[in-house]
């Protein structure tokens, strides 16, 4: 089976949020993990993809259509909602904004969470080994790997990569 949407769209990137945050202190640790793994995932996909859109070609120091300074985005394959491939450096890629919701989820305003059908084919087709990967990684059954060891893999990748 093809990657595919599994669960039903579900609009999340806009709603407000009503009130102040209530959390467990245990939930927040949570959070800031997972902000700090989010930020170090961010950075090598950046440094991996040499701060350019993927698709597009464009970088920090282009102009987009609109002539304005491009915006880089950390753009996800399975929806990031999924932790098991969330921090997988196969599952993201750097996209400028127009590309990444211009033509990653097509949808201007309602930000979907899975990619367009089309999209998912060009990203099957130009990552053909990242796409078989996140593949094996979907049906992966097995428990889910700690934040420490999630860091020391994208640690050790910012290593290599600055290298
Ligand atoms: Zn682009």
Redesign the pocket.
Known sequence: MPLSRKTPLRRTAFKRRRGPIKASPKTLEKRIREKMLDDLCREVTFLRDRHT??????GLLDL?KFGKP?VLHWAHVITRRIRRTRWRLENVMT??????FG?WHRAKIRMQDWPDQKAMEWFEMKFTDRYAMLRLMQNDRSPLPDATLVRMYLEHERRRLAA
């Open positions: 859109c993927v698709r597009c070609g464009r987009n491009t996209l400028c904004e127009g590309c990444h033509f």
